[in-house]
């Protein structure tokens, strides 16, 4: 089964900070990723697909990059609105379905 | 996007079967490039993706689950439903339903999800 690790676990950071998420695949899934944004107590957000294909109404200051197993998430100008969980996953193929541990972006 | 919304029980006993259904607003079911699938999170925890489904009812589930989910669509009620039979306590979760549309297996539709807890 692939295995899907995101660093760190959890950052603190100031509004109007950069911050950088990275998650690291077991094995090569090219471009095929996908991340997600998880505000408390609601339903997880699609933020970018294809490692770095902005899904439709996300703010610019999303933005994704990597191929094969090392993927990042960057967030440029933190707003309060985007302190949340963050989570990678796989999207190549259904058995390869599975989300990485998360990464908890919290205010400093 | 579609809007998707859950329903079913909150509370199921050991042993039994969930059931949850999740209709879906502002967009067609039929779609050829539509799946329609479960996505669970125990309290405190991270994603788990259950199975998903198309709209013609091919199934693509987590082997690890899949002797005990059914998920089936029912398109002239634009709904599609969870069956998963003899539940533990470690099937306590919240239970998104999720539509996965396009290239690839991400899901850019999220229902709001419902609390399902299993106790007796």
């Known amino acids: 089964d692939i295995q899907m690790t995101q660093s760190p676990s959890s950052v603190s950071a100031s509004v109007g900070d950069k911050v950088t998420i990275t998650c690291r695949a077991s094995?090569?899934?090219?471009?095929?990723l996908a991340w997600y944004q998880q505000r408390p107590g609601k339903a997880p957000n699609l933020l970018i697909y294809?490692?770095?294909t902005l899904q439709s109404g996300v703010p610019s200051r999303f933005s994704g990059g990597g191929s094969g197993t090392l993927f990042t998430l960057t967030i440029s100008g933190l707003q309060p609105e985007d302190f949340a969980t963050y989570y990678c996953?796989?999207?190549?193929?259904?058995?390869?379905?599975?989300f990485g541990g998360g990464t908890n972006v919290e205010i400093k | 996007q579609a809007q998707l919304q859950e329903s079913g029980p909150g509370l199921v006993r050991p042993s039994e079967t969930l059931s949850l259904a999740c209709t879906v607003s502002?967009?067609?079911?039929?779609?050829?490039?539509?799946?329609w699938g479960w996505i669970r999170q125990p309290p405190g925890k991270g994603l788990e993706w259950i199975g998903s489904?198309?709209?013609?009812?091919?199934?693509?589930?987590k082997p690890s689950l899949e002797s005990r989910v059914t998920i089936s669509v029912d398109s002239p009620k634009k709904q599609f439903s969870l069956r998963l039979t003899s539940v533990t306590a470690a099937d306590t979760a919240v239970y998104y339903c999720?539509?996965?549309f396009g290239n690839g297996w991400h899901f850019d539709s999220w229902g709001q999800g419902i609390l399902v807890t299993v106790s007796s």
């Open positions: 999720a539509r996965r």
């Open positions: 489904v198309s709209y013609s009812g091919f199934l693509y589930s």
């Open positions: 502002g967009d067609s079911i039929s779609g050829r490039d539509f799946y």
């Open positions: 996953q796989p999207t190549g193929s259904f058995s390869l379905i599975t």
């Open positions: 094995q090569d899934v090219s471009t095929w």
């Open positions: 294809g490692a770095s």
